[in-house]
């Protein structure tokens, strides 16, 4: 998963053009966030972390959703001091609704519907069908397989053991509304935990032992959809959505939990979306897709991690799309293969 927000541009897309690669390609080379530049460059900090939210963005409608879950379909904590079926039945029926309109309806809109066309599609290979290295020899019906059956079982018991924790005090937590200030300065950083966390079991799971046994399944998704995102072997789901047990030492309360756990599912469809974004009138009014993330499916090993934070710049795993960087990266490979 992969926050779109990240991408700033320096010229004007051509959404026409790409290369003999790429079907699309934003401007280049892509950039970081400028959070660790020097000297600090105070504007440019804020205008990455106000963009990154608004006017609209799959942070903004997700913050949204969660808050719309917390206050609608949510279990009050009385409930959940105790497991039982009647709330854990709840929040699994609400996050496959969740995971189901979100995945379900960027594939109908992009890939059924086709209302974009090819515009802003950074890959414009149909996703396979008839493939036997995929489930049910299709990359949709493996992709919504994975995601649902495993995808949203495994968030949603994340979720319920996190509720449980805090109704029971094993977790710290926030007061509303004494902590909101808390609250907000905890959901603005969380991005740049994402990214963190994303690169650290990113980089673990290419482990050649683990990379075979689990993260391949992932990996068999070279060019993307929405359904990509979560689709993950069930090992892979508990490594990457244990990013919620940092509330364990990090205090929250179930409005948190619960947009931690969805930012984490849903933007991985929306992440995953093969496309820079939606448009309208040839302008992307609604940020998806990194082209960032997009290499990494196509080449493998690089930008194992995000643009928030600059882990990959800092290990030597960065591409940045150009022709030079693509050669630096060709160039690694070709040491790692004489090593």
């Known amino acids: 998963m992969q926050a779109s927000s990240g991408e700033q541009p320096k010229t004007k897309p051509n959404p026409k053009r790409g290369n003999s690669q790429w079907n699309f390609m934003p401007p280049l080379p892509l950039q970081a ?18 963009g990154g939210w608004f006017p609209v963005s799959e942070r903004l409608i997700i913050l949204g959703l969660s808050v719309f879950c917390w206050i609608c379909l949510s279990p009050s904590a009385e409930h959940c001091r105790e497991f039982s079926l009647d709330w854990i039945g709840l929040v699994y029926l609400r996050n496959l609704a969740l995971m189901i309109l979100v995945a379900g309806g960027l594939h109908f809109y992009l890939y059924i519907l086709k ?115 979560l689709s993950m072997h069930p090992g892979e789901h508990l490594i990457y959505l244990s990013t919620v047990l940092i509330h364990f030492i990090i205090p929250s309360n179930p409005l948190l939990i619960m947009f931690h756990l969805q930012y984490f599912t849903l933007s991985a469809a929306t992440t995953h979306a093969g496309y820079q974004g939606i448009t309208f009138n040839d302008k992307v009014i609604l940020p998806l897709g990194t082209f960032h993330h997009q290499m ?12 928030e934070t600059p882990w990959d710049q800092w ?25």
């Open 33 to 50: 966030s400028p959070y660790f530049r020097w000297p600090i460059d105070v504007v440019a900090i804020l205008k990455w972390m106000i």
């Open 115 to 229: 209302r974009q066309g090819n515009e802003r599609r950074y890959d414009a290979r149909p996703l396979a069908t008839n493939k036997g290295a995929f489930t049910f020899r299709s990359q949709v019906r493996d992709n919504m397989f994975w995601s649902l059956a495993s995808g949203v079982t495994i968030w949603t018991a994340y979720e319920v053991v996190m509720l449980w924790a805090l109704a029971n005090g094993y977790a710290p937590a926030l007061s509303l509304p004494e902590d909101m200030a808390w609250l907000v300065l905890i959901i603005f950083l969380l991005p740049m935990w994402e990214t963190t966390h994303f690169f650290l079991i990113h980089r673990l799971i290419h482990w050649s032992p683990l990379y075979k046994r689990i993260h391949a399944l992932h990996h068999r998704n070279t060019n993307v959809g929405p359904w990509s995102g």
């Open 296 to 307: 990494h499916h196509r080449y493998f090993e690089c930008n194992y991690g995000g643009l």
């Open 315 to 339: 290990t030597g795993s960065f591409h940045d799309g150009t022709k030079e960087s693509h050669q630096r990266f060709l160039d690694r490979q070709r040491k790692k293969a004489m090593a």
